[in-house]
């Protein structure tokens, strides 16, 4: 395109409108809010000034179906500047890129993307300053066409007429075979008349069918400014018609019969006044239709308002007058307008309420004749959305789904601008996607995905209750939801002294931001089927209310356990790789890591760098102050803001993390990715409860785990020095196959030092550094009957397999915290032959034997002179009757024993 901007300003003084009238000297560089320099900002896509710096992503926006067409006005399409429009498709969870459409002959600044419209599968994208055929600025309209997923350009659409800086496609809609498409500024009767264009489809050929003017037109009416088609139906806007009083704006119905089409009404505001701009905004819907007047004074100074209209079956009369109660002068609320069924939306990108022109969108709902305000939408309510956003600078309705472009939005690393999706609940309407060029954004929505089971999650909105949830899928066995049921499946408060779960209170009950509740998943093929009807896995669950904006302040638990549930308290992703740095962080225990449920695997582990909307994590605290007073932990709202970016990484402490899978019964995947052996200077060598971190229990019938013993204790994070040791692993596994695999991750381990497994079992030792997983046999116990609720597995059901060996074996045991040890039995329990590995301080004299409960002596396993290190012999139980036994050590004056079970 290759008009001159220095063109504005002349066509800008043809517009003559009293008191609102433009400056007529230079314009600025951006356009004035709700001045005539923005009217021609929309249709060209320009200002005087030059071109605006940003993309303007959600220009314009469009629903149908289940996708979504956005609009940016200086996007890079086949080249820079030149314009494209994106697509977007929903799926489970949310929306997914799919396409993003460009001209075949698109040059900068065509304006391509300066409107939008979807129907069906075809999509319309207007380009109100392409030079057209040779016209300078005259405007064009592209049709794409969908086959499967991919959009290939069907038709290119042009109004015929020789006039240059027509800016036909400054508005388009699409409505089955048929496109309407304005020129607001093709001279008719006079300069800036307008005209509306309507063509028809015949297979992939689309043809002029009509051309709309009023049956009264005249100069500067701008009339084709904004369009809208339903059917055989067609609303066009002229918000500089001074029919009611110089710029006041009028719009007007067409209808198609059997001669064509035809004006069937004109229709203005019932309290019209000069520069108003009735008819700015458009939107048709069967037997309704919503006007924006964004000028107009109803309660301040260019406050906005927005009309909507009923046919009677003879006419088209005013039904209802929309005023945002809040309105404040240049809020300009009816900027955009969106109507489907009983539902209206009304833009006022101009709004404060978040910062300076951050903007914001109206909901209306019809009952009767009567509208009233449903909700107000400002975002996502974090550091993402603020000043010049100018959030409802479009809007698009479909049933009870929003779409509202922000153009101003500078977030994303691409594109300057965003699309925000809200959906209506019975409740409010809540925001529950952000859709930008560089990726989607799931805002207040997971997908409960696998298999029935547990779950940890908590509430990204304020004032979510029981309710709430029951509503959406399964709540039983609490007050008011199937109080009879058995067992019951949300608990809502987690006692560290105890380590046991509260049920839930039941109706009404509040779940905070911030605190995690845990929840037992029942689908509709499992469980009280009167219960699950209504759901299905996977399904997307949802929160009925507004984003959560207030930063919670949690007061952590550091008795008992010390653990604590906490969850995403905000719509929008938390970026956890700070929490130390959080308000509070140092209340957290410096060397426990941040775990999250992994669902499909049964098992806690470490946390990733993000975690979503509703995900829940758990970290443990401190143990209690000296002077009794509380800790606090405050989760910032700036580490889920869309646009956080986590620091960088800093360097990991020696390590050595292990993880066990296995199958149960049903060949679905059990994995245990919860032990960690962390080295850190002047750590203590045996169980440490500020440091160490008791085994976890898998809320599950069937799982499997692998822990560290220290000094009796059971544990998945063992905090030591960094020397030599030998350390036992215990495997505990129930209803599962009986193939396990034992894989690790040694690259935070120090070059040179010696790492290695021992099997007890097998007598197999593997170097960790040269293998990163092991395959082994295990016969597992029966599953659980039910599911255990107890946070802290103790080890005691768990057959001891392997020793992990760091350092020099005669240095470990010098090292060692007890001198004298029975590292392991393995397997325990024992069917025919296990191994029985132990430890001495020094050369001596050994004793080690077996007795049965009541002390006597059934078999000896060695006794002589031995010298000092590791050994190992073997129990040969054959001969012994099922049963428990002790294994009694006698060494260095010494006396240590351990159980073992004997299976027939």
Same mark, same amino acid.
Do not use: C
């Given at each position: 395109m290759t008009m001159a901007l220095a063109r504005l300003p002349a066509l800008i003084a043809l517009l003559t409108i009293g008191?609102?009238?433009?400056?007529?000297?230079?314009?600025?560089?951006?356009?004035?809010?709700?001045?005539?320099?923005? =009217?021609?900002?929309?249709?060209?896509?320009?200002?005087?000034?030059?071109?605006?710096?940003?993309?303007?992503?959600?220009?314009?926006?469009?629903?149908?179906?289940?996708?979504?067409?956005?609009?940016?006005?200086?996007?890079?399409?086949?080249?820079?500047?030149?314009?494209?429009?994106?697509?977007?498709?929903?799926?489970?969870?949310?929306?997914?890129?799919?396409?993003?459409? =460009?001209?075949?002959?698109?040059? =900068?600044?065509?304006?391509?993307?300066?409107?939008?419209?979807?129907?069906?599968?075809?999509?319309?994208?207007?380009?109100?300053?392409?030079?057209?055929?040779?016209?300078?600025?005259?405007?064009?309209?592209?049709?794409?066409?969908?086959?499967?997923?991919?959009?290939?350009?069907?038709?290119?659409?042009?109004?015929?007429?020789?006039?240059?800086?027509?800016?036909?496609?400054?508005?388009?809609?699409?409505?089955?075979?048929?496109?309407?498409?304005?020129?607001?500024?093709?001279?008719?009767?006079?300069?800036?008349?307008?005209?509306?264009?309507?063509?028809?489809?015949?297979?992939?050929?689309?043809?002029?069918?009509?051309?709309?003017?009023?049956?009264?037109?005249?100069?500067?009416?701008?009339?084709?400014?904004?369009?809208?088609?339903?059917?055989?139906?067609?609303?066009?806007?002229?918000?500089?018609?001074?029919?009611?009083?110089?710029?006041?704006?009028?719009?007007?119905?067409?209808?198609?019969?059997?001669?064509?089409?035809?004006?069937?009404?004109?229709?203005?505001?019932?309290?019209?006044?000069?520069?108003?701009?009735?008819?700015?905004?458009?939107?048709?819907?069967?037997?309704?239709?919503?006007?924006?007047?964004?000028?107009?004074?109803?309660?301040?100074?260019?406050?906005?308002?927005?009309?909507?209209?009923?046919?009677?079956?003879?006419?088209?009369?005013?039904?209802?007058?929309?005023?945002?109660?809040?309105?404040?002068?240049?809020?300009?609320?009816?900027?955009?307008?969106?109507?489907?069924?009983?539902?209206?939306?009304?833009? =006022?990108?101009?709004?404060?309420?978040?910062?300076m022109e951050s903007g914001s969108v109206y909901a209306f709902a019809r009952s009767g004749s009567t509208w009233s305000l449903e909700s107000k939408m400002t975002g996502t309510g974090d550091a993402s959305h603020g000043a010049s956003d100018e959030l409802g600078y479009s809007v698009a309705l479909l049933g009870e789904t929003a779409l509202v472009g922000a153009i101003g939005e500078s977030t994303d690393p691409v594109v300057d601008g965003a699309a925000y999706v809200f959906d209506r609940s019975p409740v409010d309407w809540a925001l529950h996607g952000r859709l930008a060029p560089s990726g989607v954004d799931a805002i207040g929505l997971i997908e409960i995905t696998g298999s029935a089971g547990i779950r940890y999650l908590g509430a990204p909105s304020a004032g979510l209750t029981v309710d709430d949830l029951a509503a959406q899928s399964l709540v039983r066995g609490v007050p008011g939801f199937y109080p009879a049921a058995t067992p019951a499946n949300l608990w809502t408060e987690y006692d560290p002294v105890a380590n046991d779960w509260g049920v839930s209170s039941g109706t009404g009950e509040v779940v905070r931001p911030g605190h995690a509740f845990r929840w037992r998943i029942v689908d509709r093929v499992i469980g009280n089927p009167t219960v699950s009807a209504g759901v299905e896995l996977p399904f997307v669950l949802a929160t009925p209310r507004a984003p959560n904006e207030e930063v919670p302040i949690i007061e952590l638990d550091t008795m008992g356990t010390r653990f604590n549930y906490l969850a995403n308290p905000y719509a929008t992703p938390l970026d956890l790789t700070g929490i130390a740095g959080w308000p509070g962080g140092a209340n957290l225990s410096p060397l426990a890591p941040v775990w999250v449920w992994d669902a499909a695997a049964r098992s806690w582990d470490d946390a990733p760098a993000t975690i979503g909307p509703w995900e829940a994590f758990r970290v443990r605290s401190k143990g209690p102050r000296v002077n009794g007073g509380a800790r606090t932990l405050r989760i910032p709202v700036e580490a889920a803001a869309l646009d956080a970016s986590p620091p960088s990484s800093a360097p990991r402490s020696p390590a050595l993390a292990f993880a066990l899978t296995g199958t149960d019964r049903a060949g679905r995947t059990v994995r245990d990715g919860a032990l960690t052996v962390r080295f850190v200077p002047n750590a203590t060598v045996g169980f440490e409860e500020t440091e160490d971190v008791r085994k976890f229990q898998p809320p599950s019938e069937a799982y499997a785990l692998v822990g560290a013993r220290v000094d009796g204790a059971f544990v998945g994070y063992d905090v030591r020095p960094f020397e030599s040791a030998s350390i036992p692993l215990a495997v505990e596994a129930r209803g599962t196959g009986t193939s396990f695999t034992l894989s690790w991750d040694a690259s935070a381990l120090p070059a040179g030092l010696p790492a290695v497994l021992v099997d007890l079992a097998t007598g197999t030792e593997v170097d960790l550094r040269t293998r990163s997983a092991y395959p082994f046999a295990l016969v597992p116990r029966p599953a659980h009957a039910e599911v255990p609720m107890d946070d802290v597995a103790d080890g005691t059901q768990a057959t001891d397999r392997f020793v992990l060996q760091i350092g020099d074996r005669v240095a470990a045991t010098e090292a060692g915290a007890r001198p004298v040890a029975l590292t392991g039995i393995a397997p325990n329990p024992s069917t025919g032959v296990s191994r029985v590995a132990f430890t001495i301080p020094e050369a001596g004299p050994v004793e080690l034997t077996v007795v049965d409960v009541r002390g006597r002596e059934v078999s000896v396993l060695a006794s002589g002179a031995m010298s000092a290190g590791r050994h190992e012999v073997l129990l040969r139980s054959e001969a012994l009757a099922g049963g428990i036994y002790v294994v009694r050590l006698e060494a260095a004056g010494t006396l240590v024993t351990r159980p073992v079970v004997v299976v027939r």
């Open positions: 008191s609102g009238a433009a400056a007529m000297g230079p314009s600025p560089s951006v356009a004035v809010p709700g001045s005539l320099d923005d =009217a021609m900002h929309r249709v060209l896509g320009a200002t005087e000034g030059g071109l605006a710096t940003r993309d303007d992503f959600g220009w314009s926006v469009s629903l149908d179906g289940d996708r979504a067409l956005v609009g940016v006005l200086r996007g890079a399409g086949v080249g820079p500047n030149t314009g494209s429009a994106y697509v977007f498709v929903r799926d489970g969870l949310g929306w997914a890129l799919e396409a993003v459409l =460009a001209a075949e002959d698109g040059e =900068a600044t065509d304006a391509f993307g300066s409107s939008v419209s979807l129907s069906g599968d075809r999509a319309l994208v207007g380009a109100s300053s392409e030079d057209s055929f040779g016209r300078t600025g005259n405007g064009a309209a592209y049709v794409f066409v969908r086959s499967g997923t991919t959009w290939s350009q069907e038709a290119k659409l042009a109004s015929g007429n020789p006039e240059s800086s027509g800016a036909f496609g400054s508005s388009v809609s699409l409505s089955g075979d048929r496109a309407l498409i304005g020129a607001p500024l093709e001279t008719t009767v006079g300069p800036l008349g307008g005209r509306a264009y309507g063509f028809v489809r015949s297979g992939s050929t689309w043809s002029l069918e009509t051309t709309l003017l009023p049956l009264n037109p005249s100069s500067q009416d701008w009339f084709g400014i904004a369009v809208s088609l339903d059917g055989d139906r067609a609303l066009v806007g002229a918000f500089l018609n001074g029919d009611a009083g110089q710029g006041s704006g009028a719009a007007y119905f067409f209808e198609r019969g059997s001669s064509g089409w035809a004006e069937v009404d004109q229709v203005t505001a019932s309290d019209a006044n000069g520069t108003g701009w009735f008819g700015y905004a458009v939107s048709l819907d069967g037997d309704r239709a919503l006007i924006g007047a964004m000028r107009d004074s109803e309660n301040g100074v260019r406050t906005g308002s927005a009309y909507v209209f009923r046919w009677t079956g003879a006419d088209w009369a005013e039904e209802a007058q929309l005023v945002a109660p809040d309105g404040a002068d240049l809020d300009q609320f009816g900027h955009s307008v969106a109507l489907s069924g009983d539902l209206a939306l009304v833009g =006022a990108p101009w709004d404060d309420d978040r910062g």
